[in-house]
């Protein structure tokens, strides 16, 4: 089982570059969420989605667009990259409704934006 | 606005002793609370979770206790094993999953 797979594992950006965050998850798992760790900080939550073709705002969503076209897939897009985005993100997923809500997470992708 | 709060930053204790990590939370309305794990350069992974209308909930050396009326939940590790040694998160299971800040826990041999 592949579980939650993020590309790339690592990416340095330069200042005003763009780039996008791949997700996917092969569990069919309705939820699907992108988080952000900053160095000696807690996980902040960007976007999530309760579903295909349905996203909603977090806790930090600025400078971060999202799309959930399918079940699978739930890309994170930075545009004009600034320095405050160098951080390490983590998408999950979970299977909402279900006894067991937990999420799984995957091994994330480190940004540096320089 | 935080909705889950972890308030120590860091823990130590010495092998075999008991673990406790401590989360508050603000809304009553919350139905699961889940603790995560989480090791340097991996994705967090589950560890326990306590529904909302449980006040206790067992796994092993691992227990969830909930406190509905303080808005607290509590992780008890018990015996403390270096192995443990990691970062804590506790959070709230609504549509929008969040987190607490962490603690990182160190088990010393």
């Known amino acids: 089982n592949a579980g939650v797979t993020q590309t790339p594992k690592f990416r340095i950006l330069k200042i005003g570059q763009s780039m996008t965050l791949q997700c996917t998850q092969d569990?069919?798992?309705?939820?699907m969420y992108w988080y952000r760790q900053d160095p000696g900080m807690g996980l902040k939550l960007i976007y999530y989605s309760v579903g295909a073709g349905i996203t909603d705002k977090g806790e930090v969503p600025n400078g971060y667009n999202v799309s959930r076209s399918t079940t699978e897939d739930f890309p994170l897009r930075l545009e004009l990259a600034a320095p405050s985005q160098t951080s390490v993100y983590f998408c999950a997923s979970s299977k909402q409704g279900a006894v067991n809500t937990e999420a799984f997470f995957g091994q994330g992708t480190r940004l540096t934006v320089v | 606005d935080q909705q889950v709060k972890q308030n120590s930053p860091s823990l130590s204790v010495q092998e075999g002793r008991i673990s406790i990590l401590n989360c508050d939370y603000t809304n009553s309305m919350f139905d699961y609370f889940l603790w995560y794990k989480k090791y340097p350069a991996e994705g967090p992974t589950f560890l326990i979770s306590?529904?909302?209308?449980?006040d206790k909930n067992e796994d092993g050396r691992f227990t969830v206790f909930l406190n509905k009326s303080a808005k607290h939940l509590s992780l008890h590790i018990v015996p403390s094993q270096p192995g443990d040694s990691a970062v804590y998160f506790c959070?709230?299971?609504?549509?929008?999953?969040?987190f607490g800040a962490g603690t990182r826990l160190t088990v010393k041999p």
């Open positions: 306590i529904s909302s209308i449980k």
């Open positions: 959070a709230s299971n609504n549509n929008d999953m969040r």
């Open positions: 569990m069919n798992h309705n939820y």
